[in-house]
């Protein structure tokens, strides 16, 4: 695998961790702080339709799962494990998925876009990784 390839999957899967840890918190936290009404939560009318009453479940699925998932990417493809490619599938794939539910209830942001093309960013490197794009029977075609 490519050290330069590797080095910048382990860097976007580490950045989008991180801040999806972050801000997956910040709404957990905030959404048991009854008291709390500073801007940190969306407004909860974005949870209407929705399985959620407050925004501490999604933040918890935010900071866990896809933070948590990315996270371990991040660390599975830095220290060149086998199973990296695999992280990073499953936790771009989870972002993806996480981006296209949120899409449904809360109203377009430009984070939304820059997390999906993250998302579709961490793919690409793993087909990269995989030597997809230098497989003998695409240069064929």
Known sequence: ???????????????????????????ALAAADASNTGGIPPDNSFLEGSPFASYLIPGLLLAVVVGGLHLLAAFLVGRGSQFGPLAATIAAFGLLIWI?????????????????????????????????????????L
């Open 100 to 140: 296209f539910v949120q899409m449904v209830f809360i109203p377009f942001s430009p984070l939304q876009a820059i997390y999906f093309v993250a998302g579709l960013g961490e793919l690409g490197f793993v087909l990269l990784i995989l030597g997809v794009l230098h497989h003998p029977e695409l240069n064929r």
């Open 1 to 27: 695998m490519s050290r330069s390839i590797r080095f910048s999957l382990t860097l976007l899967a580490a950045a989008i961790g991180l801040t999806a840890m972050a801000g997956g918190s910040a709404l």
